[in-house]
């Protein structure tokens, strides 16, 4: 799992890499290579890890070559979501409206970098870590990834990620997962069209589509993107601030608090409702 080998035949000679603490930046050719590496939260969406995926995205964007992004992780997991130990020390308030901003300005980024994203996935996406996968403009997925919304369980919901979801969901398999907080695997994900590629080989067709996405030119590619992502970036302007503020109304309320403290605690919630 992780970061899948150098396409189209490059050196690594010319991959130039530079370490941080919870993301690895990696660029090989014409491919840039953003790693979640957290494992020790299961690539949770903190703070500091939010800012680093800023910085590499704004690498990315920088450097001339690059016409693609891979967005990869170590580790089981490709994104766990919201970093739920956070909350401790924190006035909720202030905590609910950074958090649901902080994930606001995220998806948006992806959506409005000029580079395609592709999002390579080889383990367990959770909440928030599927707003991730929503953003990307392709998604490939191991066939042993598994993806679930569990906000539910926790007495919030899916607000922001909605944002990336709704669109590429079936109407049907957000109607269903959105309230279950059922698992389903990379073949389903792919059927509902959360996910492009559902395969047994992550890294090649990762490899095939960043060498083809090579072959564009940086404004062919910008401008191809911006056709597919302007409805979603339409729906930003209309709905985020009312979706950041049901999130973190959501994320102050009783029930969530009951709900979060149950699963740090490793219990079922006790709802008083």
Request: charged share 25%; aromatic share 4%.
């Amino acid at each position: 799992m992780g970061v899948p080998p150098a396409c189209g035949g490059r050196s690594r000679e010319e991959a130039t890499v530079l370490m941080s603490t919870l993301v690895t930046y990696e660029r090989d050719g014409a491919v840039a290579r953003l790693t979640l590496d957290s494992p020790h939260n299961r690539n949770a969406l903190s703070t500091a890890l939010v800012e680093q995926l800023h910085d590499g995205l704004t690498r990315a964007s920088s450097e001339p070559r690059v016409r693609t992004v891979v967005l990869g992780h170590t580790g089981r997991t490709f994104c766990a979501g919201a970093d739920l130990s956070e909350a401790a020390g924190r006035d909720p308030s202030d905590l609910a409206v950074d958090r649901a901003r902080e994930m606001t300005r995220l998806l948006r980024r992806i959506l409005e970098l000029p580079l395609p994203v592709i999002a390579a996935v080889d383990g367990h996406v959770r909440a928030g870590g599927l707003g991730l996968v929503g953003a990307c403009d392709i998604a490939v997925a191991g066939d042993s990834s598994t993806f679930a919304l569990t906000e539910a369980r926790i007495g919030v919901a899916p607000s922001i990620i909605s944002l990336t979801l709704l669109p590429k969901m079936t109407a049907r398999a957000a109607g269903r997962y959105f309230v279950t907080g059922e698992k389903f695997g990379a073949a389903e994900a792919a059927a509902m069209g959360l996910v492009t590629v559902a395969t047994d080989d992550v890294p090649g067709t990762v490899a095939d589509l960043t060498s083809a996405i090579a072959q564009g030119s940086p404004q062919g590619l910008a401008a191809s993107k911006a056709l597919t992502t302007a409805a979603l970036i339409d729906d930003f302007e209309r709905r985020a601030e009312k979706l950041t503020q049901e999130s973190a109304r959501l994320f102050v309320s009783e029930e969530a608090r009951e709900g979060m403290l149950a699963f740090l605690e490793k219990r079922p919630p006790r709802w008083v409702g």
